[in-house]
């Protein structure tokens, strides 16, 4: 069992930069590949990025790729996500997830834990 804990979700402005974490429980935080999901109002959850158990990969949606870095630090069961020159089109509740064994990591379906979300709004 795992449990997730995002925070850092602010109001912030178009060009501006974020960093979102997301506290995992449990001691096998290491063997999870960890994900990044967002949902705006009237849309479906979509991908953000990932980072798989060992740090040794990533991934990232086109639309945040060379804006957003995705990192974590098992020692502290932390995976984080900076988020720089934030766009309007960037707002959405950020979810974060936790997937074990299952691929690809860029499909929600593959994620058996998820946190309850952190509104990030970007202002124009």
């Known amino acids: 069992q795992v449990q997730l804990v995002e925070c850092g979700g602010t109001l912030v402005q178009a060009g501006g930069s974020l960093s979102l974490s997301c506290a995992a429980s449990g001691r096998t935080f290491s063997s999870y590949s960890m994900g990044w999901f967002r949902q705006a109002p009237g849309k479906e959850r979509e991908f953000v990025a990932a980072?798989?158990?060992?740090?040794?990969?990533?991934y990232y949606a086109d639309s945040v790729k060379g804006r957003f870095t995705i990192f974590r630090d098992n020692a502290k069961n932390t995976v984080y996500v900076q988020m720089n020159s934030l766009k309007p089109e960037d707002t959405a509740v950020y979810y974060c997830?936790?997937?074990?064994?299952?691929?690809?990591?860029?499909?929600?379906?593959?994620?058996?834990?998820w946190g309850q979300g952190t509104q990030v709004t970007v202002s124009s």
């Open positions: 997830a936790a997937s074990r064994f299952r691929s690809p990591v860029t499909l929600p379906g593959n994620y058996g834990y």
């Open positions: 980072i798989i158990w060992s740090g040794g990969s990533t």
